[in-house]
């Protein structure tokens, strides 16, 4: 009776769509650190709107210093920042990029969700996949709550439409711990999952890549 309860809501629900930029995320997990890199430097040169910068490398002193105050970093950060163009279709580029009203999503913590063998042999939704990885991470009853909130806002894409403030608004958390709670979903497979652009979905995959290479 559970099984056939199981299929009925499965059946229901949308399927997971292999949308281009989900086979991109897909295509990137599989390229090396070297081949990663060059990807990112290719999309530097055919995206007019992104722009490399390397950080100051920091002296001896500085180093010191920062071991005593913060964790020390494992790699060096490769940031990407926007910049304006006055001759850019802005209007175009809007219109690709319609944001939905946000949505507040609940976790029913006696919902029972399929095992790992059956979702090996059965269709399921990109959100679905998701909360299954929530529900299996050692987060708090109040992470889990906000994990549900990023989840459920995000678009077919896999990109996250709601700001950082409007998920603290739904989930009554600070907006560090929302920014925490992002982080680790981002971590999630896919990997990049819930950015909030192709920039910073990139630069997840880049960091994951380099702390496996470590």
Excluded at 11 to 35: D, G, N, V, W
Excluded at 43 to 51: A, R, V
Excluded at 73 to 85: A, G, H, I, N
Aim: proline share 5%; aromatic share 6%; with cysteine.
């Amino acid at each position: 009776m559970m099984a056939l309860e199981l299929r009925q809501q499965l059946k229901l629900s949308q399927q997971l769509i292999m949308t281009p930029q989900l086979q991109q995320a897909i295509k990137l997990l599989q390229l090396s650190r070297l081949e990663l890199l060059d990807t990112i430097h290719q999309e530097l040169e055919i995206n007019p709107l992104l722009e490399e910068t390397q950080e100051e490398l920091p002296t001896e002193q500085d180093a010191e210093l920062e071991t005593l105050t913060t964790e020390e970093t494992p790699f060096q950060e490769v940031q990407l920042s926007e910049k304006m163009r006055e001759d850019f279709d802005w209007e175009g580029y809007l219109e690709e990029y319609n944001t939905s009203t946000p949505v507040l999503v609940e976790i029913d913590p006696n919902q029972e969700w399929p095992s790992f063998d059956s979702r090996l042999t059965e269709p399921t939704t990109l959100e679905d996949h998701l909360i299954w990885q929530l529900r299996l991470s050692d987060f708090s009853e109040q992470e889990q709550e906000i994990g549900a909130c990023i989840i459920g806002n995000l678009n077919n894409d896999g990109y996250l439409d709601a700001t950082i403030e409007e998920i603290t608004e739904m989930s009554g958390a600070d907006p560090s711990k929302v920014e925490q709670v992002l982080g680790k979903i981002q971590n999630f497979d896919p990997t990049g999952v819930a950015a909030r652009d192709l920039r910073e979905c990139l630069l997840v995959q880049a960091k994951n890549m380099q702390i496996e290479d470590k």
